[in-house]
């Protein structure tokens, strides 16, 4: 088992340009979460996602900021317009939910976004 | 809404003595509670997790509590080594199905 897999560890963007951060849940977890570490911070939710569904999206900022989880493929944040207070740290993480509560809930190696 | 307290934000303990920290929660339907260790550059990786049914877990030098009727809930390092040393998050999962985190602890373990 692979684990969460994020790629690019390292983006580097111009303001302006967009950022798309990918991530690959574990083998039979169906529930993906993002969330942002800016520096010397902690944990902030960002977006839960499952399978073509966005559950709760209330830690994403309403402008420039997306994600999805599509039926095939990985999900994806994806950040336009990108400026220099939205360079961090992002990681993915993923859960199977089964009666009774979440298990397994693991993260990726992250992505480190740097706009320069 | 959601809401967990964690205290405190640095610890520095002497290599060898116990660390303790401690996390308060709001929600009384949360049901799992689980901890993290964040080294340097590197992704949180689960260390212990509690459940709502539980008091107590033990794994090694690592022990987590539970007080449900006070809503708050406790890592305990004893031995503590160098290697120890990261920031330390407490998270608690509630009906919402995901997450909620702490604001972390730096722990310095100073050999």
């Known amino acids: 088992n692979a684990g969460v897999m994020q790629n690019p560890r390292h983006l580097v963007r111009r303001r302006g340009q967009e950022a798309r951060l990918r991530c690959s849940p574990m083998?039979?977890?169906?529930?993906v979460y993002w969330y942002r570490q800016l520096p010397e911070e902690g944990l902030k939710f960002m977006v839960y996602?499952?399978?073509?569904?966005?559950?709760?999206e209330s830690g994403m900022p309403k402008e420039r900021f997306s994600a999805e989880f599509p039926k095939e493929g990985p999900s994806i944040l994806r950040i336009q317009q990108v400026v220099r207070g939205d360079s961090a740290a992002y990681f993915c993480?993923?859960?199977?939910?089964?009666?009774?509560?979440?298990?397994?809930?693991?993260f990726g190696s992250g992505t480190r976004l740097t706009v320069v | 809404g959601e809401n967990v307290e964690q205290h405190p934000s640095t610890l520095s303990v002497q290599e060898g003595d116990s660390a303790v920290i401690k996390c308060t929660y709001s929600?009384?339907?949360?049901?799992?509670f689980p901890w993290y260790k964040q080294e340097l550059g590197k992704r949180p990786q689960l260390i212990i997790d509690?459940?709502?049914?539980?008091g107590e877990k033990k794994d090694q030098r690592i022990a987590v509590t539970l007080n449900k009727t006070a809503k708050h809930f406790s890592l305990h390092i004893t031995e503590t080594q160098p290697e120890d040393s990261a920031v330390y998050f407490c998270?608690?999962?509630?009906?919402?199905?995901?997450?909620?985190f702490g604001g972390g602890t730096r722990l310095m373990v100073k050999p």
């Open positions: 993480a993923s859960s199977q939910f089964i009666t009774g509560g979440v298990y397994g809930y693991t």
């Open positions: 083998k039979g977890h169906s529930h």
């Open positions: 996602l499952q399978k073509e569904n966005i559950i709760d």
């Open positions: 929600d009384s339907a949360s049901n799992y």
């Open positions: 509690i459940r709502s049914n539980v």
């Open positions: 998270a608690e999962h509630n009906a919402g199905n995901m997450l909620t």
